[in-house]
């Protein structure tokens, strides 16, 4: 499913601080999102790596172990990527990174500005967009695309070797931890989905879910321009809440998927909607929850409980 992604200056959601995303904040020194872990402290021979979110983020300091210093700016569950605004914390840590990773397509211009704002020599930029082709006005929400993942995973290991190549051995084989020990059973359950349940006609609050539904074979239903929509913070159509309230009425879905920290009115109509109609409903959420999980467990957790609602759903 191809996804036009438009964004929007600001989108107001549940569960988020919504903020004007300004590098004007640069000059100020307001708290940012409190990391754990700063890159530039600490061990002087580690890669000082900043993830725009912790999502890349978790996946960038599990590839790189002892050897790299990770610094995720987006790190708390009420922080919404789209609006964030950076500070001078942030300026500093980025001046100060060997590797900056980015989503791009959209999702985040505050940290590509960032990087630009803030230029140091030697840095690599790593932009998720860029990498796996996908460009603005695409589906931003990559990290629930596992086959991008993947890709992402091996272009960090591919940076952390151009950075440190006498070190190379050590991030080869923390690739091979990742993806075949730490991720097995992500990759395992998007496998079993797909087996057991490809072909499940599901619905969806937004695009968040496109990517995820794409790979693990379900056939999502709701109309593109309305998960476009709520995933923009705009109004879907009256055209499209017609499809979409029509298709949960009709019970024309299996399981209805809805991104928690984006609950709108028209969103939480719907889930009230498929419950009524005794649709299963699944939840999802766009960053790591909850805070200072890792990439493997916050997605385990969610693809258990997909797996779970399907099985339910169509008594496999």
């Keep these: 499913m191809s996804l036009r992604y438009r964004p929007k200056p600001s989108r107001r959601r549940t569960g988020f601080v919504a903020a004007s995303a300004t590098l004007l904040a640069l000059t100020l ?51 919404d990527p789209h609006d964030y605004e950076p500070t001078a914390a942030d300026g500093r840590a980025v001046a100060g990174a060997k590797l900056a990773i980015v989503n791009g397509i959209g999702y985040d211009a505050w940290a590509g500005k ?24 695409g589906n931003p929400h990559q990290w629930y695309s596992p086959p991008n993942v993947r890709k992402v995973i091996d272009q960090i290991t591919a940076d952390y070797k151009k950075l440190d190549p006498a070190d190379a051995t050590f991030f080869d084989t923390q690739h091979s931890t990742v993806v075949n020990t730490n991720l097995k059973d992500y990759f395992g359950l998007v496998d079993q989905i797909k087996t057991t349940y490809g072909g499940t006609p599901v619905g969806a609050s937004e695009s968040i879910f496109a990517p995820l539904a794409d790979a693990a074979g379900l056939k999502l239903l709701t109309p593109e321009s309305f998960l476009t929509a709520i995933s923009e913070g705009s109004a879907p159509t009256a055209a499209d809440k017609v499809i979409t309230d029509n298709q949960i009425k009709n019970k024309q879905i299996k399981v209805y998927v809805y991104n928690s920290q984006n609950a709108t009115p028209d969103v939480k109509a719907q889930v009230d909607a498929a419950k009524a109609a005794g649709i299963v409903v699944a939840t999802v959420t766009e960053t790591l929850t909850p805070a200072g999980a890792s990439f493997q467990d916050w997605q385990v957790s969610q693809l258990t409980a997909l797996k779970q609602a399907l099985a339910q759903a169509t008594g496999k």
């Design 29 to 79: 020194s307001a708290c940012s999102t409190s990391p754990s872990k700063a890159a530039g402290t600490g061990d002087s021979t580690a890669i000082n790596v900043v993830a725009a979110e912790n999502f890349w983020g978790s996946l960038a300091e599990q590839l790189g172990g002892s050897h790299v210093k990770v610094l995720s700016i987006i790190n708390n569950p009420d922080a």
């Design 114 to 137: 960032l990087v630009a704002a803030n230029p140091a020599s030697g840095r690599t930029v790593l932009t998720v967009g860029d990498l796996v082709g996908v460009k603005d006005g």
